[in-house]
C-alpha cells in the first residue's frame, strides 16, 4: 500500500476552516484516500473516503488533485471538539487492512 | 447498539504473566482486528480476520496468538508478557464486502485496552 505524508501539527481558530493535506505520491490506481481521527486515546472514527472525485458528508469534505498524488481534508467549522489526530490512509477497497502512520495533531483554538 | 466492545480497559502484568484481551462486535462484521498503539506512534497492525476460523499476521504478530471461532469475538492473546508490549491496544471491525446497499465499510474502533508490563 501506498505511504502517505502529513505535517505534524496544524493550528486552526474555532469558527474557521480547517484544511488538512496529505501527499500520497506513489497512490496506485485501484487505492482509495481515507480520513480517519482519534480524540483524546479514544478509539479512531472514520471520518471520510474517496477515490477521484470530491467527497462531503456530514463530517468534512475531501478534495482529491487530478493527479491524485495529494489530497485536503477540509472541516468547514471547526470546533473545539475537533481537536484530535487526523490520519490520512491509502488503502484498498473496503478498507480493511490500513496502516496507520502518526498523522496530523489539529488543535483548534478559541 | 454496543458496536466493538474491549475488555478490560486497564491492566498491568507482570514479565511473563499470560493474558487475553477481549473484543466483542454485535455488528454482524466479517473483518476485525487488533492495533497497538505506543506513545506519539500511529497503529501498527497485529493480527486480523476475515472470517471465522481464518486468521492472518499483521505488520508486528510476534508475541501475540489470535483465533476465531466466532464471527462475534476475537481474542488477542499475549502468551509471556514482555514490557515492550507495553502499549493501548484497539480492535477494530467492518464489513468485508460491499454488500446490502453499503458505499463504503469503514472500520470501527473499541475504546482500547490500555497494557502496562512490569
Known amino acids: 500500500d501506498a505511504k502517505t505524508t502529513q505535517p505534524t501539527s496544524m493550528d486552526c481558530a474555532e469558527g474557521r476552516a480547517a484544511n488538512l493535506p496529505c501527499n500520497h505520491s506513489t497512490i496506485s490506481g485501484n487505492e482509495y484516500v481515507y480520513w480517519y481521527r482519534q480524540i483524546h486515546s479514544q478509539g479512531p472514527q472514520y471520518i471520510i473516503h474517496g477515490l477521484k472525485n470530491n467527497e462531503t458528508n456530514e463530517m468534512a469534505s475531501l478534495i482529491i488533485t487530478e493527479d491524485r498524488k495529494s489530497s485536503t481534508l477540509i472541516l468547514p467549522h471547526a470546533t473545539l471538539r475537533d481537536t484530535a489526530v487526523y490520519y490520512c490512509?491509502?488503502?484498498?477497497?473496503?478498507?480493511?487492512?490500513?496502516?496507520f502512520g502518526a498523522g496530523t495533531i489539529l488543535r483548534v483554538k478559541s | 447498539n454496543a458496536g466493538v466492545t474491549q475488555t478490560p480497559k486497564f491492566q498491568v502484568l507482570k514479565t511473563g504473566q499470560s493474558m487475553t484481551l477481549q473484543c466483542a462486535q454485535d455488528?454482524?462484521?466479517?473483518?476485525m482486528s487488533w492495533y497497538r498503539q505506543d506513545p506519539g506512534m500511529g497503529l501498527r497492525l497485529i493480527h486480523y480476520s476475515v472470517g471465522a476460523g481464518i486468521t492472518d499476521q499483521g505488520e508486528v504478530p510476534n508475541g501475540y496468538n489470535v483465533s476465531r471461532s466466532t464471527t462475534e469475538d476475537f481474542p488477542l492473546r499475549l502468551l509471556s508478557a514482555a514490557p515492550s508490549q507495553t502499549s493501548v491496544y484497539f480492535c477494530?471491525?467492518?464489513?468485508?464486502?460491499?454488500?446490502?446497499?453499503?458505499?463504503?465499510?469503514?472500520?470501527?474502533f473499541g475504546n482500547g485496552t490500555r497494557l502496562t508490563v512490569t
Open positions: 477494530a471491525s467492518s464489513y468485508l464486502a460491499l454488500t446490502g446497499g453499503r458505499n463504503n465499510s469503514p472500520l470501527h
Open positions: 455488528m454482524n462484521h466479517e473483518y
Open positions: 490512509i491509502v488503502g484498498r477497497r473496503y478498507g480493511n487492512k490500513l496502516v
